[in-house]
């Protein structure tokens, strides 16, 4: 017994220091690459870490490539202010998270970020942009953030929270053939695996903002604002879009961009038109324009989803202030519920949003549609649609919903963003019509 007890005492004194792993350091301005990685000697960036090998990278059985490595599954990576350069995994699958984040109190810069294959991966705190490199990067980034993206089906939870990640931070010298050609795409969460996260980020002054294209992917608190194409993407079975904010849309087709912009967009991956089952879209604001003024005005489409059959979705809690006829709109869908969504326009004479059941291949059927404020609502496409309680939105009745969905976020993520230190919605939505 007495032996029994003593080895129960050694798990309790051992296992949480398991758990926790350890903490090593990189310093750009005070480290070096022959340091050890404590707090007293820091490597000196992460790239040349990677490149050095210093972290153990583990095969899809477990085997490690180089098992001598310091850095192992459980441990985190501190990193302090200055340039790190890039951050480049192909392939690592732990059983633990590894950890790469800011130091607290510090802003660590990267040019890109890319784990092609893998499981369990945390980058957290970083502030993305090839803008910041010290001279012009030999391989220009398409997607700033790509997770998950190569190998097979065997990643899992690879997760980028609280980041700043943009393309450049001044844009006010750009045409509109710019916003097309210039900017990076935010964040793609790859094709291979599933369950990858995007969480809280401030993705800045993109092409495409946030592309989800595993199944199972969640992104949640993220701020998409600046961009010129669409806001978030939803691509595969599975995956939940909640509580983001997308805002500030530009260039259109008059200004030679042929892409038709939404602010979030659903259709199946690779193939553009197919069956998509138990996407949940909960909780998310979008503003065509933040503020008058704005350069190359667009008309943005808000929550696009229209090449189906759409089963088992989830459309909820929205609010969508933007300039054109789709507010809401799902097409060929089947069993979906939409509910207590606001769709407004404070353009007063430009298209007005509604919310739509809509059909390109006659097979919508068995919806429902409640509690929901818009323009005007069309449900012709579903014969046995339930819609109860659906009603025209007015401006107090948008102003209210978005005050209440705004506070939540905050609540849920932060008032201030925690990278940036930018609040997610700054300087309102315009009172006036915009001409």
């Known amino acids: 017994m007495m032996y029994l007890r003593l080895f129960v005492l050694m798990l309790l004194l051992v296992v949480p220091v398991i758990a926790n792993g350890t903490t090593f350091y990189c310093d750009p301005a005070k480290g070096s690459p022959q340091g050890n990685g404590t707090a007293e000697r820091p490597w000196r960036t992460i790239e040349e870490v990677l490149s050095a090998r210093l972290v153990q990278l583990c095969a899809k059985d477990g085997k490690s490539v180089n098992p001598d490595a310091p850095v192992k599954p459980g441990d985190t990576i501190l990193l302090r202010s200055g340039w790190h350069g890039v951050i480049r995994i192909p392939g690592g699958f732990n059983d633990r998270p590894i950890t790469i984040a800011a130091q607290r109190g510090h802003k660590p810069q990267v040019g890109w970020i890319e784990i092609g294959e893998g499981r369990k991966w945390l980058l957290k705190g970083l502030t993305v942009s090839p803008s910041l490199a010290p001279t012009a ?28 990640i ?47 294209c595993a199944p199972e992917c969640l992104c949640e608190g993220n701020v998409v604002a600046n961009f010129s194409a669409d806001g978030i993407r939803a691509t595969r079975d599975g995956q939940t879009i909640q509580y983001n904010v997308i805002k500030n849309n530009f ?30 879209l909960r909780g998310n604001i979008i503003l065509a324009r933040e503020q008058d003024g704005l350069p190359f005005p667009n008309p943005l489409q808000g929550i696009g989803c229209f090449d189906g059959p759409l089963i088992n979705f989830t459309v909820e809690k929205n609010l969508v202030c933007v300039n054109h006829y789709h507010g809401i709109s799902l097409y060929d869908a089947q ?79 932060g008032k201030l963003h925690p990278a940036t230190g930018r609040p997610r919605l700054e300087l309102g939505l315009p009172t006036t019509s915009v001409h």
């Not at 401006?395 to 209210?400: G, W």
Request: aromatic content about 8%; proline content about 3%.
């Open 166 to 212: 943009y393309s450049v931070l001044d844009t006010s010298a750009w045409t509109a053939k710019d916003w097309v050609e210039k900017p990076a795409s935010g964040i793609w969460l790859g094709r291979h695996g599933k369950g990858h996260v995007a969480r809280n980020n401030y993705v800045l002054n993109t092409r495409f903002g946030i592309n989800l």
């Open 335 to 413: 069993g979906c519920v939409i509910r207590d969504n606001t769709c407004f326009s404070r353009w007063k004479d430009r298209a007005r949003p509604w919310v739509m059941l809509g059909q390109k291949k006659n097979q919508a059927k068995g919806n429902t549609v409640r509690d929901n404020l818009a323009h005007s609502f069309n449900f012709k496409a579903d014969a046995e649609v339930k819609a109860e309680d659906n009603r025209e939105v007015t401006e107090p009745a948008f102003n209210r919903k978005l005050a209440e969905l705004a506070a939540i976020i905050d609540v849920k993520f």
């Open 251 to 280: 260039v259109s087709a008059r200004d030679g961009d042929a892409n038709h912009d939404d602010g979030i967009q659903v259709f199946l991956f690779n193939v553009g038109t197919g069956t998509l089952r138990d996407i949940t």
């Open 137 to 164: 990067l030999a391989r220009p980034p398409h997607d700033l953030v790509m997770l998950g993206e190569r190998g097979g089906e065997d990643s899992s939870k690879l997760i980028v929270e609280d980041c700043f």
